[in-house]
């Protein structure tokens, strides 16, 4: 991700005062222009507001909050981490590739793989895609990268929250998911791989190789007219958790997410700001797939831990893997009516 001038200059000055090692032209999504704090559009009609502590409500009624268990998720972003670093092509992204494959055993899961030729050499690539069949015909796609970022694959860099949070958010809402057939579109789950740039700086053929790959897979064989929304997840697990009001995003499905949020009470935690970002959901959009990008790009102040070995998981908050959980399964239940 490029941040805005503003931002990379605050960030610069902030970093060298706190002596943190950081690589800021590296990118998991990129901002193109400077943000504007301008106040998120909340045209969507809000439907009656309900609580969402951890809910048990029954998935058989279509009004419930939907359920989600922030703790573990949080369990399964510190068993992500304790692998440490996960750059494309080292045994630790093997390690990680395998966690999130034993997870989904006796689910429908497709490996799509392949080799990428690239300045730094060859890498295999491995998309996994976790498919829970629905009753109506669509499919909606949930996505999270899975690598850390390439250039600082010789630092303690983890990205707990930079990957292994929304890998970890993905775990869990396809322990929702699973063992029963959704009354609405099939949703797919995608840990999509080579998300990360491979050499600074950051360009669009450098980087973002696995959804890239499928886009052209999904043009192909006719799935991208099948999907009714991609939402990717990226940096949502941070303790001070701001979802941005993204404008490369589709704006009716920000519009929904934002009432999705409204609806379950968590709405003061999105689109308080209004930013324009480059990440793995514009490959879709770029075919006309309805896609938003879920993401907090402001971790710490200045966003001081993004990219550094600063991203931990002590910056970390049970309780914003819910609210993002609960709110994305919330617009799932959404798109399911629309």
């Known amino acids: 991700m490029k941040a805005p001038e503003d931002m990379r200059l605050r960030l610069s000055i902030a970093v060298a005062m ?12 990129r901002a193109k222009d400077t943000a504007s704090n301008a106040e998120a559009s909340t045209s969507a009609s809000a439907a009656p507001v309900q609580t969402a502590a951890d809910s048990s409500n029954s998935s058989a009624d279509p009004t419930a909050v939907p359920s989600f268990n922030s703790a573990r998720s949080m369990q399964y972003v510190k ?23 034993s997870h989904l055993k006796g689910d429908e899961v497709e490996d799509d793989s392949f ?57 869990e809402i396809a322990n929702q998911l699973r063992g029963k057939k959704r009354a609405g579109y099939s949703v797919w789950l995608l840990w999509d791989d080579a998300e990360e740039a491979i050499k600074l700086p950051w360009t669009d053929d450098n980087s973002v190789y696995g959804v890239r790959h499928l886009a052209q897979k999904w043009q192909g064989d006719g799935t991208a007219k099948k999907i009714k929304a991609f939402l990717l997840e990226d940096m949502i ?29 968590y709405q003061s935690h ?14 879709l959009m770029k075919l006309g797939v309805p896609s938003a990008d879920l993401i907090d790009f402001d971790y710490g102040y200045d966003n001081v831990f993004w990219h550094t070995t600063q991203d931990t998981i002590d910056k970390l908050s049970p309780k914003s893997l819910q609210i993002v959980g609960t709110v994305t399964l919330e617009t799932a239940q959404m798109l399911d009516k629309k």
């Open 18 to 29: 706190c002596f943190v090692f950081s690589l800021t032209l590296g990118a998991c999504a």
């Open 79 to 101: 068993e992500i981490v304790a692998f440490g670093p996960r750059p494309i092509g080292s045994i630790n992204h093997k390690k990680v590739e395998e966690y999130i494959q």
């Open 115 to 171: 080799t990428i030729d690239t300045s730094e050499g060859k890498f295999p690539v491995h998309n996994i895609i976790a498919k829970y069949p629905g009753t109506k015909d669509g499919i909606i796609v949930i996505a999270s990268h899975y690598d850390t970022n390439y250039p600082l694959r010789n630092t303690a860099y983890i990205g707990a929250n930079d990957g292994a949070s929304s890998s970890a958010l993905l775990l």
């Open 237 to 265: 697990g941070d303790a001070d958790l701001n979802i941005e009001h993204e404008q490369n995003s589709t704006p009716w499905l920000e519009d929904m997410i934002y009432q999705a949020a409204t609806r379950v009470g």
């Open 270 to 283: 999105f689109f308080a700001r209004l930013i324009p970002m480059e990440d793995d959901h514009l490959p």
